[in-house]
């Protein structure tokens, strides 16, 4: 088999969709529960909207459509999930082939992202926009070099294409294309492409897709940018000297963490050749050597000027993407023979991924065993058959204390409203009877209507006072027989 891949390196690409195929059924296999991102993208995915907080809404976008074609479930979230990694991979792959001369390689380089942390195993665990934006910086590398090394209408289309999905996918996509304008300014014979009339395709290609959600962004600065400013803050170093200490360890440590398995999986399989490699470059590796180093330097800047304390890897992915291709591409200027490392290559990227992922799929099963649950080991579903067999209907309007259990119950009640208290922006539905009222607190539940609950209730219209909360204790998910999580409940008919 290895050495049918070898002969034929477009194979690679359907192990890759074999790859993801597997995340999605071990997924669906091992809970129906939700993490948090995947029950914030289950109860955003509810209404159509230009922006919905602190993170941009292409993800939310695909989401709803997703929804509205395969019905809100775990089943449709994870499938677009997976399937904009594996688009992401295929990019990026056919990235490589527009500046890599040997396809071994540029198969290398479509296997490298795989070995970044956060494709791995973050998301794998629980990543939504940053899965949307690995996607889009793929696709624009693809059309940024393509039109680098072929300029056509197309190229420069599809890279504003790219750059309009980006901008709507993570904001801190923004430093990659200037990144990307001031690598190749240095290049006499590709500077030229910049002042190519075809850009002005790429500038209105980007500026109709982002216009809509910048309009948005214009009228809701803060709830845009507030949230991602207090994480990043969230060490509270004192004094601007300490802040800028703290936030420079802090960047040193998110990209040491993020670049340690690809700069080990390279070493080991290249390790013969690493002197040359090292020393070797070309135009291509200036190139996107450049686009890197100004990327981690434009995050340096952001973390000195905001004073940041904090960073972490999965905010530097989008930047760290880059280093498969630079490496093979440092292979290649180096003139090292890439036939025979293509294997033990594919076998130590088989060997990382497949180890996390059953680490991850595992844990919602083996945690419990000791004791240890997760929001994998929540039952949800079982709350919401209970609910349904108790009062011989579903409801039409639910009422979740937060986006966690809204989110999880859309899943289950497909055809009920869900709100929370901290997102009431949507109409009561005309036909708003039967309501469902449900809170915990980490699996403690009293017969008390919570007061944020009782005032998102007062505030739509509803009486508090016509039924009486009531309790559920039910078993956990692969839970010890004996060991329950709470939920409170109310039903409101009148």
Known sequence: MLEFVERRPNLVIALI?????LCIA???????SLEIDEAEQAFVSQFLRLGYGSQPPFYNWLQYGFGAVLGPSLATMTLLKNLLLFFCCLFYGLAAREVLADRR??????????????????????????????????LFLYGFLRTLARPSLAGYALTGLAVGIAFTAKYNFAPVPAAA???????????????????????????????????????????ASNSTLIEMREAHAEGRLAQ???????????????????????????????????SAQSQWTRIVGRMLAICLFAVLLIVLGVGATHIREKWLVL???????????????????????????????????LTALMVVSTRAIVRPLFGKYSRLSIPYATLAETVVELKGREPILILAKDKLIAGNL???????????????????????????????DDGKAEPILPEALANAMKARGFSTT??????????????????RYNFGFLWVTN
């Open 17 to 21: 969709a074999a790859y993801f195929l």
């Open 26 to 32: 071990l997924r669906l296999t091992v809970s129906n």
């Open 105 to 138: 390689l540029a198969v290398i380089a479509m296997l490298g992202v795989l070995t970044l942390p956060p494709i791995f195993l973050l998301a794998q665990r629980d990543l939504s926009h940053t899965v949307a934006a690995l996607f889009a910086v793929s």
């Open 181 to 223: 304008v001031l690598a190749i300014l240095p290049e006499p014979n590709l500077r030229t492409r910049l002042f190519d009339w075809r850009i002005l395709v790429s500038f209105a290609v980007a500026a109709l897709i982002a216009l809509p959600h910048g309009w948005w962004i214009l009228e809701n600065l803060g709830s």
């Open 244 to 278: 800028a200490f703290h936030g420079m360890v802090s960047l040193v440590a998110a990209t040491i963490r993020g670049s340690i398995v690809p700069l080990v999986v390279f070493g080991l399989v290249f390790r013969k050749n690493l002197p040359a490699i090292c």
């Open 319 to 353: 930047f760290l993407v880059l280093l498969p291709l630079y490496l093979c591409l440092k292979v290649e200027a180096a003139g090292v023979d890439a036939t025979f490392e293509l294997r033990p290559f594919l076998w130590l990227v088989a060997f990382i991924v």
């Open 410 to 440: 859309r899943t289950h009640l497909h055809d009920a409203t869900v709100l929370a208290p901290s997102d009431l922006g949507v109409g009561t539905p005309r036909a708003s009877m039967p309501l469902l009222v449900v809170w915990s």
């Open 466 to 483: 016509t039924a009486t909360p009531q309790v559920l204790s039910l078993p956990y998910l692969h839970g010890k027989a004996g060991d």
